[in-house]
């Protein structure tokens, strides 16, 4: 009898302990197809609230619902088998108390099977962070450009630039790893600024918009697939063009469709004599 291959995932301490080491590799995933793709290849798979706004079309991550996390959360986790995974709190699920947070990200941990959680936010969040990685939910923070706070910055919009805001990130990072996060993502944040949090905090950075002087980067794999329209980010690097080939793909079917050049015989069940 063969003995079955049991990979094991990558664990958040392994995770932690990556600091200043190999890069860590990073990208979202919203569904079980595409985690069991990107799986082999990286290091974590986020489930961010960025779903809302790729999947969902809304123009922020702002009605993204916990039911929402959950259930592509625990898609990504039946699709994946060597990553971490790791799933966004969504807007309104834990801003309001530690407790309110303990009781949305203890859901997602039971009912996904994920790894741990990420939230937004620097000094404001550390008692949260602290609540809830003391009683055994690995948090991720999330500093620098905050999507769920696009409403009071005015849009999403780069931030560093000056001598107050490159403070503000420091000191969101430092209160963030200092209340236990084992990592903390920095999104579109001045190289200079993001380079400097890396060298000061004691666990890994992950970039996204924020240079090569990060402990390892994040990107939303739509972006750098091609598929998530015409507008990219200037940080993100497309590695693919799959929204052409969609196009050209369905473009293909239709015109097959109509001139009933498809479904073929080797596409109709046909009956027994005639096999
Ligand atoms: O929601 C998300 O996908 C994220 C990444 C962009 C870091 O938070």
Redesign the pocket.
């Known amino acids: 009898m063969s003995t079955p291959t049991v990979t094991k995932r990558i664990g958040i301490p392994e995770i932690a302990r990556r600091k200043g080491e190999a890069p860590l590799v990073c990208l979202?995933a919203y569904t079980t197809p595409m985690a069991r793709l990107l799986d082999p290849h990286v290091d974590l798979l986020?489930v961010?609230?960025?779903l809302g706004m790729v999947v969902y079309g809304f123009p922020t991550?702002l009605p993204v619902t916990l039911a929402m996390m959950i259930a592509h959360g625990a898609a990504v986790v039946r699709g994946s088998a060597r990553a971490a995974v790791i799933v966004?709190l969504p807007f309104g699920s834990y801003q309001e108390s530690p407790e309110q947070a303990w009781r949305a990200a203890a859901q997602v941990m039971a009912e996904t099977g994920a790894s741990g959680v990420?939230l937004e936010g620097g000094e404001d969040m550390a008692p949260t962070i602290r609540f809830l990685a003391r009683r055994g939910i690995p948090v991720c923070g999330?500093v620098g450009l905050m999507p769920q706070a696009v409403q009071s910055a005015g849009g999403f919009r780069a931030t560093g630039r000056t001598e107050t805001e490159a403070g503000r990130i420091a000191a969101d990072a430092a209160a963030v790893a200092e209340a236990g996060a084992f990592a903390v993502?920095i999104?579109g944040t001045l190289e200079p600024v993001a380079r400097a949090i890396t060298a000061s905090v004691p666990v890994p950075t992950i970039g996204?918009g924020a240079s090569a002087g990060c402990d390892g980067q994040?990107l939303?794999t739509e972006d750098l697939l091609g598929l998530a329209g015409p507008f990219a980010p200037r940080f993100v690097k497309r590695y693919a063009d799959l929204g052409a080939a969609v196009d050209e793909a369905a473009r293909e079917y239709a015109a097959d469709v109509r001139a009933r050049r498809f479904p073929g015989p080797e596409h109709c069940y046909l009956p027994k004599a005639a096999e």
Do not use: F, R
């Open positions: 979202t986020l961010g609230d960025s991550t966004d990420k999330h993502v999104e996204i994040i939303v």
